[in-house]
């Protein structure tokens, strides 16, 4: 063990890579290392990455030139899914001094004194990644991201992760459920479900087979675990979000009325050529039976603009498309081309002012659909989750649907659900609301 060895992590990308961060920090806290922020100067600079877009490749280099202007004779080591596809790439930017791939991250402590003059790489073919690593975040947020798969067997010709983390793979539900139990311990009240492809839950940890689990079933367990106050289940693909599974969520009391629904396209036409496994009316569908059971749902959605072949005609009906859906917001990305993908050979490319442009205009409508989704709950009562941010007086929290809520701040409130009643949407895009301190919720 090396004692007095100074960690600092950051991590780019989805909720699943902040489950493993946490995971790895703690599994070098075991190992004599002590974790401290980014900001400090540190032993180890330890960067995972994410490669869903060509600005988080950027961001990566950047990130370097911080830590190595904190302290120039720290070790910078890279990770994540940047790593695992352009390891050499990565190891020629200047500063970085180790890459792991898939395989290796979870094993970061035995690499980490062998650290030589040279940049060194750690990273086999992603096929050979054939098991499964459980993780878990803590410390970090008032909410825990709890991965419970890993992995995509799907490959949409758009997308690089299941080249940077192999076939979809999963833990079994009881060692899911020992898991959710250990996070439970740490007094942690909500917990999001995390994953590449989590209602995929069931392949084997090696993913090479189905087992006789299904997320489904998972969903049902978890909602018997009585030490957790919420769960929340992160982005589920369309196609493996049953009536089943909303139909629970509905009649739940664990389970929050809030989902996040990849479309990518209201084009049927660039649906196919993005190897989706639906089309608009299934998603439509989707939408409609959870406002039927639901109505008080929030639904986010995800979008990409300027994928190749979008025209102005086929923008056009997504743009239709999602002002005709009764959802709460978007996560809206702009295509960028990733190697090795199918989609390079998809014409015709969508110039880049034009992708920036219908990319600004969808952020706009899910600016108008989230304000229009807040305002339906003026001075409506809402149970709100505190989280510890301390912004100039001001603190934040969460209702079970998802509406981001601003209260003056009270150190004895973060980490406690309470009832407030809601106010109006203020101009940070929160909405005011009052603690209604005479029915407090612990």
Known sequence: MFYNRKVAYYTLGCKLNFSETSAISRSLTDNGYTKVDFSERADYYIINTCSVTDNADKKCKNIVKQAKKINPEAKVVIIGCYAQLKPEEIAGINGVDLVLGANEKFNLHEHLDKIGEEAKVIAG????VGFYSEAFSYGERTRSFVKIQDGCDYFCSFCT????????????????LDLVEKVAQTKVKEIVLTGVNIGDFGKTEDGKKHTQENFF??????????????????????????????????????????????????????????????????YRQRVSKIKEVMPHCCIGV???????????????????????????????????????????????????????????????????????????YENEYAQVLLEAENDEGIMYGFTKNYIKVAVPYQEEMVNTIQKVQLSKVNRNGAMDAQILTENLIN
């Open 217 to 282: 079933q998972l969903v049902q367990e978890l909602d018997k675990v009585e030490a957790i106050d919420r769960f929340r289940i992160s982005s589920i693909e369309p196609n493996l979000l049953s009536n089943e599974i909303i139909d629970f969520v509905a009649q739940s009391k664990k389970f929050v009325p809030h989902f996040h629904i990849p479309l990518q396209s209201g084009s049927d036409n660039l649906l196919k050529l993005m190897r989706r496994k639906y089309d608009t009316a299934l």
């Open 161 to 176: 992760i299941p080249l940077a983390r192999g076939r979809s793979r999963s833990s079994s539900i009881n060692k899911t």
């Open 125 to 128: 073919p992603i096929k050979e």
């Open 302 to 376: 995800d979008v990409i603009v300027g994928f190749p072949g979008e025209t102005d005609a086929e923008f056009e009906k997504t743009m239709n498309f999602l002002k005709e859906l009764d959802v709460s917001y978007l996560h809206v990305f702009t295509y960028s081309e990733r190697a090795n993908t199918k989609a390079l050979n998809i014409e015709p490319v969508v110039p880049l002012n034009v992708r920036r442009e219908r990319s600004k205009q969808l952020r706009i409508l899910s600016e108008k659909k989230r304000r229009a989704f807040y305002e339906q």
